[in-house]
């Protein structure tokens, strides 16, 4: 489409200030000396000192990357596993109501999920605190791994799998060695999904949480609640960039490596 | 299917059913349970519709269920109208390491947590934040306007926190639209609106109706964008929920109004797959 036109480029320019302004002027303003927003004081690092200096924000973030690690790990597992089921055993009684099962949270209110699991963990009698949380995220999480897993499993030939069994692989061994290589970039890209859905999560956190494991999201919405406080400003920034910075590398690592197979592709098809 | 691959497939599905009916479906089952009872005295419950009743009469619960489905509708098609021509441009202007950028740039934003988005957003808005001053400053106003805590901002909140999910099925299906149907609809005689009403916009379909529907579940079930931005009377139906549920404690009133969320929010889903004849999975997908 060569016709460019003025309409176009506005909208664009438009949506993407509509994106960013929000977050650049949380940057800008984490390292402004004065505590107001509207005052430019001068350039200053006191919040981010002051944010490592308090022990709850400390707290909270080490509760929310334990959270995160685990139910994110736990969440590739059965996510991976899911998918396979999904789609590698065709039909099976009951395949609708199980994949029903694995996609529903995904468009299901996370307020929903939160207070029925609220309701599950009373009704069994279990402390909240940070395993309840860790069974929350494992549960919303592994749909969405599911999801990204399943579908690089859809283009991938089965032939390979096949071979292996013919030659005296069990389908574990199958699994392990020839299907998990190929699908490893979709299992990570599961998992760092997981990881992020799992550090952002306010609502199913505040629902299946208890004393002692407060997460980051809840200390900062408690925060802001509360009124202005630059050290939020200081959090926000470093959450920004170490986001970014995944997010390009993972995409710059996946790029590469598309680089590198239809290299080899073509390599293969001049042998052959 | 083989005896040994049979048994290799019990074993990988078991641990998933029980995960899946301990964590998913015994929960939803006893929320739908708990709202079908009464609290007679302590400890001492009765079944009754009364919960329902008392959800389906009351003004102030129904205004909110009413009110918080049509916001949601109106957010999507804000979302929708914003979100394309961005989504255009992406898929059909920008060509090679452009394009990859620009949706690089489009989906940095949405793994940054809503939380410090919306955060961002009351520093812009609120009565001592960057736009109110700005407007000082240049003499549109003379004294701080307060932006936050209406349904204006509420909106502009619940169309950011979506649009990435609006941007990226329209680039897919955009994607595969061939460039030289639209020079030929141009050819043929057809101007920028006609090509885009009956070439482009007809293409681009399925992508419309996934956005939409993931659009609409999230802003009907969004819970941090309605409380941090929108106002005091611009309740969601989701706080409501949470108010029942953890300043009230009254759990049964409560789990009927998830039930009626849930119910709500699978309706307009299976209705929107259902005439458009896709299923949930490739929707997601």
């Not at chain 1, 924000?57 to 790990?73: G, I, N, Q």
């Not at chain 2, 479906?25 to 009464?38: G, K």
């Not at chain 2, 306007?145 to 609006?166: C, K, P, Q, R």
Request: contains cysteine; charged residues 15%; proline residues 4%.
């Amino acid at each position: 489409m060569k016709r460019f036109s003025w309409f176009n480029a506005t909208a664009l320019s438009f949506g993407f200030a509509f994106l960013y302004i929000p977050m650049i002027v949380l940057v800008v303003y984490s390292f402004n000396e004065s505590r107001l927003v509207t005052v430019w004081a001068g350039f200053s690092t006191k919040w981010y000192a002051e944010l490592f200096r308090d022990q709850a924000f400390l707290d909270a973030a080490w509760v929310t990357l334990r959270v995160a690690f685990f139910s994110s790990t736990i969440a590739t597992v059965l996510g991976t596993m899911a998918a396979h089921a999904i789609v590698r055993a065709g039909r099976f009684p009951g395949r609708t109501l199980f994949s029903g099962m694995i996609y529903a949270p995904l468009v299901m209110p996370e307020v929903i999920t939160g207070l029925s699991l609220l309701l599950l963990f009373i009704g069994l009698g279990i402390d909240r605190g940070v395993l309840t949380v860790v069974l929350a995220h494992t549960t919303f999480a592994m749909c969405y791994v599911s999801v990204v897993v399943s579908s690089r499993l859809a283009t991938f030939d089965t032939a390979l799998e096949e071979a292996a069994r013919d030659l005296g692989a069990t389908p574990f061994q199958a699994f392990r060695l020839v299907t998990l290589p190929i699908i490893a970039p979709a299992v990570i890209s599961g998992w760092l999904l997981a990881f992020t859905l799992s550090l952002d999560d306010l609502v199913i956190a505040s629902f299946t949480t208890g004393p002692g494991a407060t997460t980051l999201p809840i200390k900062i919405f408690s925060a802001v609640r509360l009124g202005v406080s630059p050290q939020i400003n200081a959090l926000s920034t470093l959450l920004i960039v170490a986001v970014s910075v995944g997010v390009i590398t993972a995409s710059l690592v996946t790029k590469r490596n598309a680089v590198r197979r239809a290299r080899e592709e073509r390599a293969a098809d001049q042998l052959a | 299917m083989r005896a040994e691959t049979r048994i290799g497939f019990i074993l990988l599905l078991t641990p998933l059913v029980l995960w899946l009916g301990l964590l998913i479906v015994i929960p939803h089952i006893d929320m739908a349970l708990i709202s079908l009872r009464e609290r007679i005295s302590f400890g001492v419950y009765e079944p009754s519709l009364a919960q329902y009743e008392k959800a389906l009469t009351e003004p102030l619960y129904l205004r909110t269920f009413g009110r918080t489905a049509v916001m949601s509708v109106l957010a999507t098609a804000i979302t929708l109208l914003v979100a394309f021509p961005v989504a255009y441009y992406i898929a059909k202007m920008a060509k090679g390491r452009l394009q990859q950028v620009l949706f690089l740039l489009c989906l940095i934003p949405f793994y940054v947590s809503e939380l410090v988005r919306t955060f961002g957003w009351m520093i812009l808005l609120r009565e001592t934040g960057l736009i109110s001053s700005l407007m000082q400053w240049v003499g549109l106003a003379d004294q701080p306007v307060e932006m936050l805590y209406n349904d204006a901002a509420m909106m502009v909140g619940l169309v950011y926190t979506s649009m990435l999910f609006m941007v990226v099925p329209l680039v897919t299906t955009l994607e595969s639209l061939d460039d030289s149907v639209i020079e030929a609809g141009y050819d043929l005689g057809g101007n920028g609106w006609s090509v885009l009403r009956e070439i482009i916009i007809p293409h681009a379909m399925p992508g419309v109706v996934s956005g939409c529907i993931v659009v609409f579940m999230l802003s009907l079930g969004n819970y941090l964008t309605p409380t941090m931005l929108g106002g005091k009377d611009s309740l969601w139906f989701t706080e409501m929920i949470y108010n029942q549920f953890i300043v009230r404690s009254n759990w049964e009133l409560g789990a009927a109004f998830g039930f009626m969320l849930l119910v709500l929010s699978s309706a307009i889903v299976w209705g929107m797959l259902r005439l458009t004849g896709r299923t949930l999975q490739e929707t997601m997908g």
